[in-house]
């Protein structure tokens, strides 16, 4: 899904109040979706080296629940806006900002939310009106897909990139093994892997198969008919080259022994214990801000070299809810919270 980037005539004169989905204290959002509420807060204030952004869309991970739970710090005091990532339009920036300004379209990644040598304690997180972030950590958006939409993409998106380009390194003739291959990260890792000319094994529903196999995944195994261990080890008796885990628990083990003895791994959910003889299995990845990635990526989409899957995308009202289908981790491809 995805159209051509929209923009929207902003006011030249900012509110003084937003609207953002806060937390006032840690705790388990899975358990008690209370602890997310809808408060009117500051709009944040521009610092020298800042850029204040009118949100269109936010993206939505498992990651806004380790906020949530204080597992995954943002550095902040409460009230805590959740979410890192989203698009929107620059609507002021501080006078030390290069090569971002007003009225651009632009998608950012800002974790932790404060940085070094930062003195501002008004960034914020993207669930809101308005986000403050460091300017950089902000790219121009793609032209091709709706503003909106962007908003889903910027962490899945530097994740399958940094892993699949510059952490596995993939190369061609490479066997690359992808777990929770059409969700958010693993349909965008199916098609960086592809472009690189390795050969994919999607783990992946049957429903889901025919979308990955157009995305270049070449074999596809449905984890809930077969073993893939087993599957995977029918077609490549010696184990896969490399492999990216994106589900947690003792599916990331099972992962590491359909890899070769000097095959990597990387874990994105930590699970793993097992060990590989003569390789190297990576459990503590965590995406880091880059706005050099998200402008390559940004080319790709627009060269239509990658495609982004939108399943939908959520009501500012429903945002718990929303959290709440993500973390089911049923959601083909990315959800996105619509900011009126």
Partial sequence: ?????????????????????????????RRDRALLS???????????????????GAEIGDWDALVASGEWSVERSFPIVLG?????????VGKDVVGIEKSDLVWTYS?????????????????????LVPFRRVALAPTSIDLTYVGGAPIVGLTAHE???????????????????????GHLAVQLAARRGAHVVAIARKQNHEFLRDLGAEMLIDYAEEDFVH??????????????????????NKVVQAVRPRGHVVDLTGSATRVLPA????????????????????????????????????????????????????VRGVLVLEIP
């Fill in 1 to 29: 899904m995805g159209t051509t980037s929209t923009s929207r005539t902003e006011s030249t004169t900012l509110q003084k109040q937003m609207a953002g989905w806060a937390i006032e204290r840690f705790g388990d959002l």
């Fill in 38 to 56: 809808l408060e009117k807060l500051p709009v944040p204030k521009v610092e020298k080296h800042d850029v204040l952004i009118r949100m269109y």
């Fill in 84 to 92: 890192l990532a989203g698009s929107g339009t620059v609507v002021a």
């Fill in 111 to 131: 974790h932790p939310l404060s940085h070094r040598g930062c003195r501002s304690h008004h960034h914020n997180g993207s669930w809101a009106e308005y986000m």
């Fill in 163 to 185: 892993t699949i380009v510059d952490i596995l390194q993939v190369e061609r003739h490479d066997v690359v093994l992808i777990t929770a291959a059409a969700g958010g990260v």
């Fill in 231 to 252: 599957a995977t080890r029918k077609l490549f008796p010696e184990g896969v080259d490399k492999a990216l885990n994106g589900v947690e628990g003792a599916t990331a």
């Fill in 279 to 330: 390789g190297r299995v990576d459990t503590d990845y965590v995406v880091r801000p880059n706005r050099v990635r998200l402008a390559t990526l940004a080319q790709m989409f627009d060269r239509k070299e990658l495609k982004l899957e939108v399943a939908h995308k959520v009501a500012f009202k429903h945002a718990p809810r929303a959290l709440a289908e993500v973390l089911a981790k049923q």
